[in-house]
Antibody, heavy 119, light 107 residues
Framework: EVHLVETGGGLVQPGGSLRLSCAAS????????MTWVRQAPGKGLEWVAN????????YYVDSVKGRFTISRDNAKNSLYLQMNSLRAEDTAVYYC????????????WGQGTLVTVSS | DIQMTQSPSSLSASVGDRVTITCRAS??????LNWYQQKPGKAPKLLVY???GLQSGVPSRFSGSASGTDFTLIISSLQPEDFATYYC?????????FGGGTKVEIK
């Protein structure tokens, strides 16, 4: 069974940094693209970033370019999101998801981790 | 960038009703359109991929269709467990994008 578990969320001051992790199990992690999606409180879903199975390609939504970095460690079956220069508008639940690429869908999701940016 | 316009933003329906949710892409995305269901406090769940493919384990009362840049999710007979928020998502090109969501509420 596919299992994705996000950790690393919490309260951080504006301008601060946080690193999210996503532990994957139940599938061949090193053969899948992976994704981060976020959801601000009471709002809709927003795609944040994608990374190819070997880490050679990365894509970001404009609002996080230059501040967030997606990465992965296939030896540890883990996905990461390094978030720097955090802003209040980055406050959200962050989900990691598997991205099979056939139709650009997200077929499996973690439970999410809450990031709150506030002074 | 491709914009996804979803309608309605909310609707009220009764158990047994047929429910239709639409999503329009700002440009051609072929059939790279996916639908998700999200219940409060839970992660989204993939329902339909590639405009009309039913994800494994999803009840057959859910179906998806496409006509050009217009896409439709139909729930043929609404069940109590279907009250949730539904999102479309384009997977054709980066940046990937979701529609604004449709909240299906009990009438």
């Amino acid at each position: 069974e596919v299992h994705l578990v996000e950790t690393g969320g919490g309260l951080v001051q504006p301008g601060g940094s946080l690193r999210l992790s996503c532990a994957a199990s139940g599938f061949n992690f090193n053969t899948y693209w992976m994704t981060w999606v976020r959801q601000a409180p009471g709002k809709g879903l927003e795609w944040v970033a994608n990374i190819k199975h070997d880490g050679s390609q990365k894509y970001y939504v404009d609002s996080v370019k230059g501040r967030f970095t997606i990465s992965r460690d296939n030896a540890k079956n883990s996905l990461y999101l390094q978030m720097n220069s955090l802003r209040a508008e980055d406050t959200a639940v962050y989900y990691c998801a598997r991205y099979p690429t056939d139709f650009g869908d997200f077929d499996c999701w973690g439970q999410g981790t809450l990031v709150t940016v506030s002074s | 960038d491709i914009q996804m316009t979803q309608s309605p933003s909310s609707l009220s329906a009764s158990v047994g009703d047929r429910v239709t949710i639409t999503c329009r892409a700002s440009q051609s995305i072929s059939n790279y359109l996916n639908w998700y269901q999200q219940k409060p406090g839970k992660a989204p769940k993939l329902l339909v991929y590639g405009a009309s493919g039913l994800q494994s384990g999803v009840p057959s009362r859910f179906s998806g269709s496409a006509s050009g840049t217009d896409f439709t999710l139909i729930i043929s007979s609404l069940q109590p467990e279907d009250f949730a928020t539904y999102y479309c998502q384009q997977g054709n090109s980066f940046p990937l994008a979701f529609g604004g969501g449709t909240k299906v509420e009990i009438k």
